[in-house]
T-cell receptor, first 115, second 113 residues
Framework: AQSVTQPDIHITVSEGASLELRCNYS??????LFWYVQSPGQGLQLLLK??????LVQGIKGFEAEFKRSQSSFNLRKPSVHWSDAAEYFC?????????????FGAGTRLTVKP | ETGVTQTPRHLVMGMTNKKSLKCEQH?????MYWYKQSAKKPLELMFV???????ENNSVPSRFSPECPNSSHLFLHLHTLQPEDSALYLC????????????FGPGTRLLVL
């Protein structure tokens, strides 16, 4: 079955520390991969996406993610977290093939930033 | 006004009421989506419209009825809802369906009593 897993429900990091949010997927088709961020009371905003090519993608706000096909992972990273990064982060996987159009989101990881 | 807007932002309704959620996008996109976001559950895709035609319906109960009169507007008509339908309903749009970046509205927080 197709699925997206974000193993960490809640992560707390200190401001200035590095961050890695995990995302694993299970998909039969070639996936399109996304990371979105949601601040309280807001809709989702795209941070970055991967369709093909270089497996290390750069996004907005200093975020990057690396696609590892062998591990079925698309982890999000940031070298130095800012207090304004506190939010909920969603990994999403889309697929389009002749018999399957789908878009799945992970359950989300809530990030708390300590001063 | 730019981006994706949703009205109302908050809605309280009884199980016998009929109400509608509205979504409008000002981005010139061809695809629009309805999602349901419940506490502690993954975001659930409900409906997808591409060029005003429904292309996906993920087994959503018939008490939810979408309408897409043109590429800029999307409605979700609600009738005889259940308390478990209480959630944040998010609308999104993208240039084309599926592989393009989706732009989300702020959502409508729905409470069914």
């Amino acid at each position: 079955a197709q699925s997206v897993t974000q193993p960490d429900i809640h992560i707390t990091v200190s401001e200035g520390a590095s961050l890695e949010l995990r995302c694993n997927y299970s998909y039969g088709a070639t996936p399109y991969l996304f990371w979105y961020v949601q601040s309280p009371g807001q809709g989702l905003q795209l941070l970055l996406k991967y369709f093909s090519g270089d497996t290390l993608v750069q996004g907005i706000k200093g975020f990057e993610a690396e696609f590892k096909r062998s591990q079925s992972s698309f982890n999000l990273r940031k070298p130095s977290v800012h207090w304004s990064d506190a939010a909920e982060y969603f990994c999403a996987v889309g697929a389009r093939s002749y018999n399957n159009n789908d878009m799945r989101f992970g359950a989300g990881t809530r990030l708390t930033v300590k001063p | 006004e730019t981006g994706v807007t949703q009205t109302p932002r908050h809605l309280v309704m009884g199980m016998t009421n009929k109400k509608s959620l509205k979504c409008e996008q000002h981005l010139g996109h061809n695809a629009m989506y309805w999602y349901k976001q419940s506490a502690k559950k993954p975001l659930e895709l409900m409906f997808v419209y591409s060029l005003e035609e429904r292309v996906e319906n993920n087994s959503v109960p018939s008490r939810f009825s979408p309408e897409c009169p043109n590429s800029s507007h999307l409605f979700l008509h609600l009738h005889t809802l259940q308390p478990e339908d209480s959630a944040l309903y998010l609308c999104a749009s993208s240039q084309e369906a599926w592989r393009e970046t989706q732009y989300f509205g702020p959502g409508t927080r729905l409470l069914v009593l």
